[in-house]
């Protein structure tokens, strides 16, 4: 977000494979210990003056082919394991950001993922700030809401900003996919692009809501 001074971290995703190329950058394999160690690490950053982004929600647990996993597990696991850490973070710390995964999460896309970013992270959570995803992410339509795919898929499921695109930013192209729909019938709402509005300048101008 342009004008704002964001920490792209803690990396908060499970020690499950001795494998994972970024272990070093987690930092367990206990999801209380994760969670505690993060909250702690987003109070000193945002003490400073800076937003803290905790990263990969969620399930992001290996690097290998990381853009194109599904990550299947039973609730109790993604509850007690993968998702109680960024549980005990959100509630603690409260981060002004958060960065979605690449992966799915059972057959749904971390950025697309409306039970995450919505039902849990902010009603359940709490979370007040701004969602991003992480710096592409896989185009898709939605299964739920036929007229919705990339862009407005994800601003239905909760997800405030597009990062850009690294070495494949050649192919991201607007198409209007956003607003395209806005105003018809299951398509983008007013209140949805002002909710993705409040979100961004919560973080731009340090807004307290």
């Not at 992001?60 to 007690?80: G, I, P, V, W, Y």
């Not at 009603?123 to 992410?137: A, I, R």
Request: glycine fraction near 10%; aromatic fraction near 10%.
């Amino acid at each position: 977000v342009k004008g704002s001074d964001i920490l792209l971290a803690p990396g908060m995703n499970i020690h499950r494979s001795p494998l994972c190329g970024r272990n070093f950058e987690y930092f367990s394999e206990d999801p209380f210990i994760t969670g505690k160690t993060a909250a702690a690490v987003v109070k000193g950053v945002q003490k400073a003056g800076v937003s803290a982004c905790p990263k990969h929600f969620a399930c992001n647990n290996q690097e290998t082919n990381r853009t194109k996993t599904d990550s299947r597990l039973s609730e109790r696991a993604l509850r007690e394991i993968y998702l109680k850490g960024f549980e005990i973070c959100v509630k603690e710390a409260q981060p002004k950001t958060l960065m979605t995964s690449y992966n799915k999460i059972n057959g749904v896309w971390g950025h697309y993922n409306y039970n995450l970013c919505t039902n849990i992270l902010r009603k359940e959570w709490g979370f007040k700030g701004l969602v991003m995803t992480d710096w592409w992410m896989q185009y898709t339509e939605s299964p739920e809401f036929p007229k919705l795919k990339d862009n407005a898929y994800r601003v239905r499921a909760g997800v405030d900003v597009l990062m850009p695109g690294g070495k494949r930013s050649g192919k991201r192209k607007p198409d209007g996919t956003l607003l395209k729909t806005y105003g018809e019938k299951d398509g983008i709402t007013l209140g949805e692009m002002q909710e993705v509005a409040k979100h961004v300048l919560s973080v731009v101008l340090d807004i307290k809501y």
